[in-house]
């Protein structure tokens, strides 16, 4: 059976409300009005969530997060950038592990479990999707989704 095209900005903006208002922090979305995508809203929702509640906590006292939303010929494309504490290089396919969480000195003053993104990720590619890091020199974060259109 086919699923139902739902618009995903309206979905980004409310989750980036939740996030807001847990951290205490600013997230900004950058995207056309609406965007739709056949996609589950439960899946969505918490692909989105889990991206941003990292962005948020990883940043803490650094503020700001952007979320593009924006399709093209062939993809859907979901950025979310912060410019928190950063991902190692040598780490950008292992925290995609369950339970993987990058060093146990920030970790263990930042909560989590480690399985966020292992769900992000199942989640992505049940729609054929891929998930990965922007490599990046600097202390920013760039998570990239697509999904095939
Ligand atoms: P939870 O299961 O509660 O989400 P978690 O946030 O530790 O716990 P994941 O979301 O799977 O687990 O992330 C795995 C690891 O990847 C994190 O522990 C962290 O080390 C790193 N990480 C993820 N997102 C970011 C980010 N935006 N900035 C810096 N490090 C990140
Ligand atoms: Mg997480």
Partial sequence: QSIEPVDLVSIVQKESEIVEQEYNCRISVLSPKKVFYPIEIKDFRLVIHNLLDNAAKYSQMEGQVIVKLQKDHKYLTLLVKDYGIGIKKENYEKIFDRFYREDQA??????????????????????????????????????????PL
């Fill in 106 to 147: 920030h970790s263990s003053k930042i909560k989590g479990t480690g399985i966020g993104l292992a769900i992000v990720k199942e989640i992505i590619e049940k729609y054929h999707g891929k998930i990965r890091v922007i490599p990046n020199m600097t202390k920013e974060t760039i998570f990239e989704v697509r999904l």
